[in-house]
């Protein structure tokens, strides 16, 4: 099974950190972006691409609503829920 993890960075960070570290212990694969390499597809389709193969997506919701890049009206966790809805990946929200 592999798990996606979305949510704002700053405010989460260590929200994040427990869920990767319980999500590895249960032998649940996660992919998450602390261990991404620097991106240059347009976040749409990165977000997109991300998704794809994870049979659950971890949606961490807090205060912010996080960065909105430049030619959206999404944030970046708004784009990566959309893409798990348009994937068919279940969501359990935080």
Known sequence: ???FISSTFTDLEQHRAHVIASLRRAGIVVD???EWTAE???PRKFC????KGADLCILLV???RGHIPEGEIKS???LEYA???ENGT???VF
């Open 83 to 85: 893409a798990a809805l």
């Open 1 to 3: 099974m592999k798990a």
């Open 90 to 92: 279940d969501v359990l």
């Open 76 to 78: 970046i966790t708004q």
């Open 40 to 42: 240059s597809d347009e």
């Open 32 to 34: 998450p972006m602390e």
């Open 62 to 64: 807090a205060r912010r």
């Open 48 to 51: 997109s691409d991300r998704m």
